[in-house]
């Protein structure tokens, strides 16, 4: 932490500044220039909330020099993260696609669309059986006959399975079904619900939350992490910004920045962070092209009847031609797909 | 809903798009105009996604003419919701203050706490026992300990307490010690612990989301009334905006806008809004003047030393000195204090 | 500025940085902690672009210390600024209105209206004649004509003039008829017109930008005075976000926040923040309560006629009962209306 | 337009809101429903503000059933806008590369740039000899010598020159040097500037607001439309967000929207977006893969030295690379580099 005194600041609030910080435990380093006193605070306090020192009389500014997260830090592991599932690996060059509806309806529907998965050589059915859905009045997911019938799906047809978990009560359930639990968007700062995945060993994908930065994402992974899940990837959905000619605006260039601050695999997902059907294909191409580690796509073969987020679901067939098109781009760029 | 066609709509995909309406259970009016075509698609389908109509073919734009949420409506309601909890009415003339630390730390400290909140006049006193905190690393609460020391001191004192539930296995723990159940920020998109909490006949304070429109609060509130609790009241406590000189931006037109389309009562916390103390006292002043029915403000006698957010926290003599302000404010808009 | 040092950088990669300092002309003071390097650069260099230090090999992060606006800043002045104009004064106790229609559209328009502003006991009359309209195909003001009407009725009835600039070659012509230049959001960061704007020696009020931190926005201040004109105020009339009820987010918080930072007056625009006439009044109230130095208000008496902005504006009856209750209020605050 | 009644709107409203309409020069379509009633006022009036009619008694909600904006839509024009600048056309199966320093800084410096961006096989120059500046204290550009040393330097090459105009008053001077104008994020509204642009026959390049909505920046493309000149082509260089991780948010979904709205070429400026060397060369490709026509990238030899921007500025050898990559990645989606 680095404190910077006010100009004016007295001797005695330069003194009681350094006593506050020798009592929080830090090491002290005292700079004088002819008008700024800095005080250098070297020890490193997770969780330590530095505006204690920003209202002391004399200060004028204080920062950060660690980042806040530790175990989710590039500084904190050798090379990056793989994430190894059955014979499925994320996290390595080869771009691993996820597919499926966004919710289970119905035994027929989701063995209809495993099918186009893998099909499309894709590795992973998504779906969700508990879905968190804006309106009361909403359709809520088909609860445990929908893991059911995804497992089938997934077996039938040699798929891993994604799926989302809301509650705590929930995860006892979900993990005999799933091999990867989702951590939607709305609950990226559930902090029970990660403390308790965290105590868990399956692997786990976070979503980011709609107005979460960088920081506070990886913070979320942190307490994942923490309580002992290391087997934990990112997945990008878009945030909220006033754009509102998509559902959300697309945060392409977190792909780079949490591979340059993060050991942990990216997945990227353009379904949700457009909204609309006609702009998933151009988004995944992009985000292989941005280095995803891996890509999480919703397909429907009847969106118009689909019980929830039908519009951006892609057709089969527009999924299997986009497939091809990934297959080129990730070619391109030194990896496999 | 209104379905605007595209100009060059042709009459198949005209038909085709009534047909859908129709077996989605809406009554049809049609309106042609030389270039463009309208459909009204009359009939109340809360939590219908509009987006299943905007992708078929020949459709523009489709607009909802009602409103996503019913109970939590203006509409729904003759008057205002109030809502008695002992002697104590929230919503009617007479704003009420809730105060007191981020987190409960010790039974000193609350005591102390809870006789300044009694001395200035406020009626419920606020603290957290379960801390949604960023941090793995950071002070999370003290649970049930907490919980029952500053029900003692609020007792002591003729208070009320206010505090949060993070999960749903907490709901029957803290409704034993809570008048007011908080619901946080970070879980103004829990749909399962809304539903719950919706199922309990505690009054409850559901935070505006960091990200949250207006009308998916409403839409969240309205997730606790369909369960039967109808003792709701809305917090504003800052939105994420691009903006770093405070912590979060209040968006004090909250308070009209939800005035004018519900009828529930609104709080305003301007601690957290701006996360800064000195701030804390014109932004009361202003949620005051704005028409909030309750402000939630942070205190803490020895800030340096708080457990949590105690930068924002207002010493007692400056919250004594500010709830006199707020009453001259007060009368000065026609209410009491 | 403090440069923090990577954890493994090497004493070559520390040596560079310090004569990349150096080179800089910036004095120099290391902290050497146990894993963290330190080195404060002393020397205010005012638009030094930090991202230049943080590229270097070895560098894990920059801070400035010093805040990028100078003679905006509190410290470069004691007390307040107030700006003068005739005899009125903004920056004092005494709580200045501006109000009148959005747009002059005719003498007729605004003599009626400057009658009103004149009745309410408001000083200074506003109005565009020069608009600048998102459409090209809207009303774009009266030009040169509405400026010699607006001058007139403000000279009937005894007013200042406010009226937006909007180009460099318009300077000349509108300084014969205001009496302070308007810099409108969208021109926040026309630096070329905030240059000349400074070799006047007009009164400015500067609104901010719709994306426009309060940094940013103290910097465009900053270019008026460090051209030469110190009679600036700023006018904050709300930001972008992601909400939609409200035309923008008004940011009240900012009044504090300038007043600390700043000597600079801070006028509030509820009108142009709410975009909605029934939001104005309550949001008016709160501005005052929060500590604006002025208000400017938007009043038409035909608001369904009037050529912009017509639905944000007050009709006389309720500006004149809004002005009441503000008098009520700023007494409350110890100021005067 | 669209205008739904309130549920209680009397018959006399009604008749009240049809009189407006009528009055206001649109045809009425009436459709009553059991509890709503719904108005369809057709009709193009570009320009209109609805809240003219939202502000009525007994309106409930008004919708515009057209896009506001009218020779920047797809609907204008049959097939897309391709520009052609000598023996370049931008809009076509080929992607141009637009590179060049922040800005001009020497002969010496733009020579040596220019020989890299020729080898590069890219076509056109890029560097600022006005350049906007947040800090008054900040290098403001070389103004006219800045332009003839990059004519120079682009006609010894073989290249195109974009710079930026920034004032009324520069057009003349600017386009003596310059095949296109740059518009900058901040003079993206600038309506005097666009309409002057606009009367020139100088392709121009409108780069997106910090803040603008694609609509905003599509109706500010039609400022010069309307004005006569059509050779515009849009430039997506990163909106504001809370994110800070990135100096913006880089909205490549605006590609494809503007594919889909608009019939006029889209650039992409990843140098801008993200505000980092290491970012620029991932979301150069990601720009490519989501369909830009074009890509603005900065470059230096020397970005330490660099007087604007070095710390986003690509190394020759770098950028050389990342050319190579592009070119894979146009090809895997059909395109050619």
Sequence with gaps: MVVILKNNASETQIEDVKKHLEDYGFQIHESRGEVKTIIGAIGVKPGFD?????????????YRV????????????????????????????????????????SEDQIFRLAKVVAESGSKILRGGAFKPRSSPYSFQGMGEEGLKIMRAAADEYGLLVVTEVMQIHQIELIEKYTDIFQLGARNMQNF?????????????????????????WLMSAEYILANGNSEVMLCERGIRTFETYTRNTFDLSAI??????????????????????????????????AGADSLMIEIHDKPEEAMSDGPQALLPKDYLTLVQELKVIAKAIGRNL
């Design 50 to 62: 530095i505006r204690k020192i920003k209202i002391l009389d004399g200060v004028s500014d204080v």
């Design 256 to 289: 780079p920045v949490i591979h340059e601050k993060s050991h942990l695999p990216v997945v990227a997902d353009p379904s949700h962070a457009t909204g609309y059907r006609t702009h998933v294909a151009p988004m995944a191409r992009a985000a292989v092209a």
């Design 192 to 216: 029970g619900l990660l403390k308790e995945i965290g105590n868990t060993s399956t692997p786990v994908m976070l979503k980011r939350g709609l107005a979460a930065t960088i920081e506070e």
């Design 66 to 105: 660690t980042v806040p997260f530790k175990m989710a830090s590039r500084n904190f592991k050798e090379g990056n993260t793989v994430i190894k599932i059955g014979n499925i690996e994320i996290g390595t060059d080869e771009i691993v696609l996820m597919a499926g509806p966004c919710a289970v309806e």
